[in-house]
C-alpha cells in the first residue's frame, strides 16, 4: 500500500466523525463526499467503483504532506514520496571504513548495532541536506544498502486510558502496534513507550479478550512491543526491525503486525532472520484498495498475509493487497475494546489479522521451528474455503475465526 493510513484504513479515517469512536489516528479533516457513520459504510462501501483508487491515493498524499508540515523537523518524504525520519538514514552492515568515511562528510553516528546477526547503523546528515541527497551521499562512499527510515504508522493520541485485556495462562502471542494495557510482557521502542494506546489494546482484545470482547484465543498473553510512545516519528522501519528481535528473545512463537508501509531492505532482513529461528508472522494487507502496490510487511516471503471480510462474508472493498495473501477474518461489522473500557466498532484489515494470528497460536503456541510447518497445516485444515474453489485472490486459502467476531449491534 503506497501511503500511511496504516492502521484502520483510508476510507474508515476519513468517514467516522471525530466525536464518534474509532481506532485511527488523529488524521487531517479530509473534504471527501463519503458517508459520515461507519454503520452504514458496511453497504454503501461495496458500491464503491475504481475512482475509489485514485481516491485513497489522493488521500494518501495529503496525509503524507500534513504530516511533514506538522512535523518538519522530524518527518521528510524519502525518494519514493513515502514519510520517513527526517534527516536520518540507515546502513545495513557498513564497515568501519564506510563510517569513519561518513563521520568526515559531517554525518553523526545515532547508533550502530547487531539486530538478529544484521549490522544496523542509522547515520543523522548534515543539516539541509534532503533524504535523497544523503542516500546518494552514502551510496558513494560504498554503501551496499542504505535507506529512509520509513514511517509505518502515524502515533496518535489516546483518548483516556484503554481497559486491560483478559490475560490467562495460555499462549504469548506478540503484538507489535502501539501500547498495549494489561499486557503480559511490554517494551518499548520509540521515545515515551511503552504507553498503552487505542489501537495496540484493540488489536490485543481480539486476541485475548477485553469485557465483552471474547477475542480469538481467550486466555492469551500478550507480548506488546510499543513502536510509537510518543514520537510522531514513531512506527519507523528500524523500530519495528527491533520490536521483532525482542519478539525473539521473549521466544513469542506468533506476531502480530496491523500496519502497512513501502518495502524496507533492514525490515526484510530482520523478518528473514526471525522466520529462520521459527517466528512466525502475520501482518495485515492494508486498507488502500486493491489496485495499490504491495503492502509491507505482508508482502515479505513467508509473511502471513492476512484481509478481511465483513459480517456478511464479503471481502472489504477497501482491502489492499500483499504479494501474496494467505487468510482472510473478520474485519468489520464487530466490536474491539478501546479506550477507558469502551467498546469500539472497527473496520479494516488491521482488525483481521490478530483473529489469525490467534489461531496459529492455538496451533503454534511454543517457539519451536520443527513444528511449525505440522501446525499451518492444521491451521490450514481450519480454513472455509469461499469464493472461487480452492485459493482465490479476495480470500487466499480460506476464512479463519469467523466465530470470533464479537458482533456489533
Given at each position: 500500500?503506497r501511503g500511511l493510513?496504516?492502521?484502520?484504513?483510508l476510507i474508515?479515517?476519513?468517514?467516522?466523525?471525530?466525536a464518534q469512536?474509532?481506532?485511527?489516528p488523529?488524521?487531517?479533516q479530509?473534504?471527501?463526499?463519503?458517508?459520515?457513520?461507519?454503520?452504514r459504510?458496511?453497504?454503501?462501501?461495496?458500491?464503491?467503483?475504481?475512482s475509489?483508487?485514485?481516491?485513497?491515493?489522493?488521500?494518501?498524499?495529503?496525509v503524507a504532506?500534513q504530516?511533514?508540515?506538522?512535523h518538519?523537523?522530524?518527518?521528510?518524504?524519502?525518494?519514493?514520496?513515502?514519510p520517513?525520519r527526517a534527516?536520518?538514514?540507515?546502513?545495513?552492515?557498513?564497515s568501519?571504513?564506510?563510517?569513519?568515511?561518513?563521520?568526515?562528510?559531517?554525518?553523526?553516528?545515532i547508533?550502530?548495532e547487531?539486530?538478529?546477526g544484521?549490522?544496523?547503523a542509522?547515520?543523522?546528515g548534515?543539516?539541509?541536506?534532503?533524504?535523497?541527497?544523503?542516500?546518494?551521499?552514502?551510496?558513494k562512499?560504498?554503501?551496499?544498502?542504505?535507506?529512509?527510515?520509513?514511517?509505518?504508522m502515524?502515533s496518535?493520541?489516546?483518548?483516556?486510558?484503554?481497559?486491560?485485556?483478559?490475560?490467562?495462562?495460555?499462549p504469548?502471542?506478540g503484538?507489535?502496534?502501539?501500547?498495549?494495557a494489561g499486557?503480559a510482557?511490554?517494551s518499548?521502542?520509540?521515545?515515551?513507550?511503552?504507553?498503552?494506546n487505542d489501537?495496540?489494546?484493540?488489536?490485543?482484545?481480539?486476541i485475548?479478550?477485553a469485557?465483552?470482547?471474547h477475542?480469538?484465543?481467550?486466555?492469551?498473553?500478550?507480548a506488546?512491543?510499543d513502536?510509537?510512545?510518543?514520537?510522531p516519528?514513531?512506527?519507523n522501519?528500524?523500530?519495528i526491525?527491533k520490536?521483532?528481535a525482542?519478539?525473539?528473545?521473549?521466544?513469542?512463537?506468533?506476531?502480530?503486525?496491523s500496519l502497512?508501509g513501502p518495502?524496507?531492505?533492514v525490515?526484510?532482513?530482520?523478518?528473514?532472520?526471525?522466520?529462520?529461528?521459527g517466528?512466525?508472522?502475520?501482518?495485515a494487507?492494508?486498507?488502500?484498495?486493491?489496485?495499490?502496490?504491495?503492502?509491507y510487511?505482508a508482502s515479505y516471503p513467508?509473511?502471513?498475509?492476512?484481509?478481511?471480510?465483513?459480517?456478511?462474508?464479503r471481502?472489504l472493498?477497501?482491502?489492499?493487497?500483499?504479494?501474496?495473501?494467505d487468510?482472510?477474518a473478520?474485519g468489520?461489522?464487530?466490536?474491539?475494546m478501546?479506550a477507558?473500557?469502551r467498546?469500539m466498532?472497527?473496520?479494516?484489515?488491521?482488525?483481521?489479522?490478530?483473529?489469525?494470528?490467534?489461531t496459529?497460536a492455538?496451533?503454534y503456541?511454543?517457539?519451536?521451528p520443527?513444528?511449525?510447518?505440522?501446525?499451518?497445516?492444521?491451521?490450514?485444515a481450519?480454513a472455509?474455503?469461499l469464493?472461487?474453489?480452492?485459493?482465490?485472490k479476495?480470500?487466499?486459502?480460506g476464512?479463519?475465526c469467523?466465530?470470533?467476531?464479537?458482533p456489533?449491534?
Amino acid at each position: 500500500m503506497r501511503g500511511l493510513l496504516l492502521l484502520s484504513g483510508l476510507i474508515a479515517a476519513a468517514m467516522v466523525r471525530p466525536a464518534q469512536a474509532q481506532l485511527v489516528p488523529q488524521l487531517p479533516q479530509l473534504p471527501l463526499p463519503m458517508p459520515e457513520t461507519i454503520g452504514r459504510v458496511g453497504d454503501q462501501v461495496q458500491e464503491v467503483t475504481g475512482s475509489a483508487a485514485r481516491r485513497l491515493e489522493e488521500v494518501r498524499r495529503m496525509v503524507a504532506a500534513q504530516l511533514v508540515r506538522d512535523h518538519p523537523e522530524r518527518i521528510a518524504l524519502d525518494p519514493d514520496g513515502f514519510p520517513a525520519r527526517a534527516g536520518e538514514v540507515v546502513v545495513t552492515d557498513p564497515s568501519d571504513a564506510l563510517i569513519a568515511a561518513a563521520i568526515v562528510k559531517g554525518y553523526r553516528v545515532i547508533e550502530r548495532e547487531d539486530v538478529l546477526g544484521v549490522g544496523v547503523a542509522r547515520l543523522e546528515g548534515p543539516r539541509g541536506r534532503s533524504l535523497r541527497q544523503m542516500i546518494r551521499e552514502i551510496r558513494k562512499l560504498g554503501a551496499n544498502d542504505v535507506t529512509a527510515d520509513q514511517i509505518y504508522m502515524p502515533s496518535g493520541a489516546v483518548a483516556g486510558t484503554p481497559a486491560p485485556i483478559c490475560t490467562g495462562n495460555g499462549p504469548l502471542v506478540g503484538v507489535i502496534d502501539g501500547g498495549v494495557a494489561g499486557a503480559a510482557l511490554s517494551s518499548g521502542f520509540a521515545a515515551g513507550a511503552p504507553r498503552a494506546n487505542d489501537h495496540g489494546t484493540a488489536i490485543a482484545s481480539l486476541i485475548a479478550g477485553a469485557g465483552v470482547v471474547h477475542g480469538g484465543l481467550p486466555g492469551a498473553r500478550i507480548a506488546s512491543a510499543d513502536v510509537y510512545g510518543s514520537d510522531p516519528a514513531g512506527g519507523n522501519a528500524t523500530a519495528i526491525a527491533k520490536a521483532i528481535a525482542w519478539m525473539v528473545e521473549k521466544r513469542v512463537s506468533v506476531v502480530t503486525i496491523s500496519l502497512v508501509g513501502p518495502p524496507n531492505s533492514v525490515l526484510a532482513r530482520i523478518v528473514a532472520a526471525a522466520q529462520a529461528r521459527g517466528v512466525t508472522i502475520v501482518a495485515a494487507v492494508g486498507n488502500n484498495g486493491p489496485a495499490a502496490p504491495p503492502a509491507y510487511p505482508a508482502s515479505y516471503p513467508g509473511v502471513i498475509a492476512v484481509t478481511g471480510i465483513d459480517g456478511r462474508g464479503r471481502a472489504l472493498i477497501e482491502a489492499g493487497r500483499a504479494s501474496h495473501l494467505d487468510y482472510a477474518a473478520p474485519g468489520a461489522d464487530m466490536l474491539a475494546m478501546g479506550a477507558a473500557g469502551r467498546t469500539m466498532r472497527v473496520r479494516g484489515t488491521s482488525f483481521a489479522a490478530p483473529f489469525v494470528a490467534a489461531t496459529i497460536a492455538r496451533f503454534y503456541p511454543l517457539l519451536n521451528p520443527a513444528e511449525r510447518r505440522a501446525a499451518m497445516a492444521r491451521v490450514d485444515a481450519e480454513a472455509r474455503d469461499l469464493g472461487p474453489r480452492g485459493w482465490d485472490k479476495n480470500f487466499g486459502r480460506g476464512v479463519l475465526c469467523e466465530s470470533c467476531r464479537t458482533p456489533a449491534r
